[in-house]
């Protein structure tokens, strides 16, 4: 391991020592992999375009992320900029390295993008953006060929496994009871976070280096301590899979949502939209409290669904009531 982090770090160096004019490029092609980008895109794509994709990338965006955080805790491996300082830190990151998440992430969500929109073009946008968010983590010194390697290959299996089971999951779904359908996103929720409990234990006995720590605080001196075997990402990541699952099926019963009309009514609905997500994102943010205890991860998982539940349920019904949509 120690020979393929140290090949790894010549490969960073790489990419670092093109020049300082790539960082502005990369932090852009980074960003397209992050929470806060895909907040703002899969609710516009499911309020102003098409509310299946919106729900299917939504969807898989939580189910990879969720999986992310249990792979990361399972294999606990450094980042390069923890490992060895040469390397520069160029974007902060707190948890472990090995599978790249905006790798991950990226080839899940694009993918099901690609996959949906059936076009070569697609795909060819699809990988380009995948590869370009890869290779952006290498610039930024937050991961390593291996990890963005492994980020790509954990993707392609969910959205292969997501692909297969999602028509045939639909189908037996809408014969449930509405109990039934509720409880099942639910209890779907709560396996991913009981998969990322099962992952912390096998690192119970892990003591993250003192090293990494160290290198850490010496490229980002003002933040806190890198706290890798943290899981409170999980709660977030299951809080919005409910909610946005309950929001599809409570908003199915009431006649849907025609994402379609004018552009300017695509447009006040989105603004609408985002002042909802914003306030509750940002607004509970404030008042509930953060940390990883108990009482901190339970509110998170509730502020997390109740943003996913305004997105894809509360928000159309508001959209409705204001004459910016019609049901589906």
Not at 39 to 57: D, E
Not at 80 to 106: M, T
Request: proline residues 5%; glycine residues 10%; aromatic residues 12%.
């Amino acid at each position: 391991m120690e020979t393929l982090l140290e090949n790894g770090i010549v490969i960073n160096l790489f990419f670092q020592n093109l020049g300082n004019w790539l960082k502005s490029p990369m932090e852009l092609f980074s960003f397209l992999g992050t929470e806060l980008f895909f907040l703002v895109v899969i609710p516009a794509i499911y309020w102003c375009w098409n509310t299946a994709l919106g729900i299917r990338i939504g969807l898989l965006l939580m189910i990879s992320a969720s999986l992310n955080s249990a792979l990361k805790l399972v294999l606990h491996q450094p980042r390069p900029y923890w490992y060895d300082p040469i390397v520069k830190g160029l974007a902060e990151e707190s948890s472990f390295g090995i599978p790249s998440g905006h790798a991950q992430n990226a080839l899940a969500v694009w993918g099901g993008i690609a996959s949906w929109l059936k076009r070569p073009w697609a795909w060819g946008v699809a990988i380009l953006v995948i590869l370009l968010i890869g290779l952006s983590r290498l610039y930024l010194g937050v991961h390593f060929p291996t990890d963005v390697l492994a980020g790509w290959l954990f993707g392609g299996l969910i959205l292969l496994a997501y692909l297969r089971l999602e028509k045939p999951l639909q189908t037996r779904l809408a014969e449930q009871s509405l109990a039934i359908q509720i409880a099942t996103a639910f209890l779907g929720s709560l396996l991913l976070i009981l998969l990322t409990i099962l992952a912390r234990a096998t690192s119970a006995g892990f003591v993250v280096p003192t090293e990494w720590v160290e290198n850490a605080r010496q490229a980002f001196p003002e933040s806190e301590p890198i706290n890798p075997l943290g899981i409170s990402g999980v709660f977030s990541n299951a809080g919005v899979l409910f909610g946005l699952a309950v929001g599809v099926i409570l908003l199915r019963r009431q006649g849907g949502l025609d994402p379609g009309g004018p552009a300017w009514q695509r447009l006040v609905r989105f603004v609408i939209g985002l002042i909802g997500v914003v306030g509750l994102y940002f607004g509970l943010s404030l008042i509930f409290p953060h940390g990883e205890d108990l009482l901190a991860n339970l509110l998170r998982y509730v502020r997390y669904g109740l943003v996913g539940l305004w997105v894809s349920w509360l928000a159309p019904l508001v959209f409705r009531s204001l004459k910016l949509a019609r049901p589906s």
